[in-house]
């Protein structure tokens, strides 16, 4: 009895893998002590709105055959029992199994599958959603027609803004705004913090588990506690970050950086305060309709390209900061990664888009929303081959290591995602001998640097990988020093200039500091209301109007 109470109190998480698809690990919190299906249902009536806990009893239910799940709505007739078999029993396609109350059981979980099972276009979006997936990530042509596509784009505004060249004509290079540590600087201050609070652990390893020349790999530790409301839990886990570049000093700067953002990125709460900031910070918990009410700025959940619509539902929310430096507050659960304080789910599951560090806090908000950036367009560039080329160049580093891919038969093509606003932005991909595609993307001003940043993404073993398939052929050469550069080389001004051209096309960036008290370097999470956020295409995704129109030239009439 008295485990089963300490039990009902502070729970014990561990995040631990679950799965992986198109190069992207997975990951889910996993209760450390043995708990049993009812046990975890009686624990979850008493907090209803834990994310985790739920998650960890649908996983339970999840598969049971279909007289055990009749069985359960039996022994559970209320919630979250009766919303548990719902949810399960909708994801399972066993719709004539969930109970036939469910529409109205959308507010009695946290998770947002009710609720999307209640779109009425769902069907379409997942119908399309199979077709983008099979496009983008398996290259195959993209069928349909675009009549069928266009009821997608009903009511969609269209935009326009400049172009980089002009907002580039409007703008006066300045000196260098802040005098930059050397890479050497940033590395050393970054492991002596990491060392001295125990984040990293075990040796820097060798990655060759990408086309990157130089991958290094770390583990590090990862633990917070939370307390807010009924919900309170410990949160820990072994983590493994990576470096990739093309010389060792820049694998080794960038493994340190990523270690130093995603530590950054998991928050404690206690007392309706996040821990451990520089900044001191509060939560306020309310709805938007209140905060707006009350003459707060916040940023409106419903311009997110979420799943599904936010209904003004009770938020956490906390101060993060415009591009004329006004505080505005916004979701705590868009800026933390694996964030559970009790709330309704305003994603299926919120990625890392938009989280970068930096040894300056104009450079991690200019890489954060370079990040925005290159997932956008990931997520509305259908896969063309007639924006499909090569490339070459007299770079001394770049042109050996595009040879000796050559020379090992691993033949790598790229395709120019380039959005409606006119940054660079890139695909590189492989096509294994069994048809396999293996693709990464990368965004900049400089389109060399984008370029080089999707190809030391794309997972493709090297130096020891296999032989890839021959690839596209008769494809266009573009030399690497032709992409455009719209980049002043100061990340201030560039920040500056990237916003001027967002702010111009009616999206606004927001930023939230995540910098931690111990480690003292800058970490931010760029959030760009409108653009999108992930490149999922799974049964929740919604279709991107910008998709749709950039598709339309793929298809029939």
Not at 239 to 263: D, P
Not at 355 to 371: D, H, I, N, P, V
Not at 472 to 498: H, K, M, W, Y
Request: aromatic residues 8%.
């Amino acid at each position: 009895m008295a485990e089963r109470g300490k039990m009902q109190g502070m729970l014990k998480y561990e995040l631990r893998h679950s799965h992986s698809g198109h190069g992207v690990a997975f990951f889910a919190p996993v209760p450390v002590q043995a708990v049993d299906l009812f046990e975890a249902v009686d624990l979850l009536a008493a907090r209803p709105m834990d994310t985790f806990l739920h998650q960890h009893c649908l996983g339970l239910i999840r598969g049971l055959g279909d007289d055990d799940l009749r069985s359960l709505a039996d022994r559970w007739p209320q919630p979250p029992g009766l919303t548990l078999v719902a949810e399960a029993s909708l994801l399972d396609g066993r719709e004539g199994l969930a109970p036939p109350e469910w529409p109205s059981m959308t507010s009695s979980s946290p998770l947002m599958i009710l609720r999307h099972f209640a779109l009425n276009d769902r069907g379409l979006h997942k119908a399309w959603s199979v077709r983008f997936r099979e496009n983008i990530f398996e290259h195959r042509p993209l069928s349909g027609s675009r009549r069928e596509l266009e009821v997608l784009t009903a009511g969609t505004e269209i935009r326009q803004g400049p172009s980089p060249a002009e907002v580039w004509k409007r703008r006066a290079t300045r000196p260098e705004s802040v005098k930059r540590p050397s890479a050497a600087q940033v590395y050393a201050a970054a492991m002596e913090r990491l060392y001295g609070y125990g984040i990293v652990t075990g040796p820097e390893m060798r990655h060759q588990a990408s086309l990157a020349p130089c991958g290094m790999q770390r583990q590090w530790n990862m633990a917070v506690n939370v307390e807010s409301g009924l919900v309170r839990y410990k949160f820990e886990g072994l983590m493994t970050s990576y470096g990739r570049g093309l010389s060792w000093e820049e694998a080794r700067v960038s493994l340190a950086m990523e270690i130093v953002e995603r530590a950054s990125s998991f928050a404690g709460v206690k007392n309706g305060m996040v821990s451990g900031l520089r900044q001191p910070t509060a939560l306020i918990q309310a709805r938007h309709s209140e905060l707006t009410a009350q003459g707060r700025l916040a940023l409106d959940p419903g311009l997110l390209r979420t799943e599904v619509p936010y209904a003004d539902e009770e938020l956490h929310w906390m101060p993060a900061q415009d591009v004329r430096g006004n505080e505005v507050l916004i979701p705590f659960q868009i800026v933390f990664l694996f964030a559970d304080l009790g709330e309704v789910c305003l994603f299926g599951g919120l990625g890392s888009t938009g989280l970068a560090s930096g040894s300056t806090m104009a450079g991690a908000r200019l890489r954060g929303l370079l990040e925005v950036l290159e997932r956008d367009a990931d997520a509305v560039t259908p896969f063309d081959p007639n924006r499909c080329f090569r490339v070459e160049t007299d770079d001394p580093v770049l042109g050996p290591l595009l040879a000796d891919y050559e020379d090992r038969g691993v033949h790598v093509r790229f395709q120019d995602m380039t959005t409606e606003f006119g940054l660079p932005c890139y695909r590189a991909f492989v096509v294994g001998q069994d048809g396999n595609v293996v693709q990464a993307a990368g965004a900049g001003l400089d389109g060399r640097r984008a370029l080089v940043s999707a190809l030391t993404e794309v997972a493709w073993p090297y130096p020891d990988g296999p032989a890839s398939a021959p690839g596209l052929s008769d494809l266009p050469v573009t030399r690497i020093e032709d992409l455009p550069n719209f980049s002043t080389g100061d990340s201030a001004q560039d920040l500056e200039f990237l916003e001027e051209m967002l702010t111009g096309w009616g999206y606004e960036p927001v930023y939230a500091d995540l910098t931690r008290a111990d480690l003292r370097l800058p970490v931010a999470r760029a959030v760009v209301p409108g653009l999108e956020i992930a490149c999922d295409f799974d049964r929740f995704s919604r279709i991107s109007p910008r998709l749709v129109k950039r598709a339309f030239s793929l298809l029939s009439a």
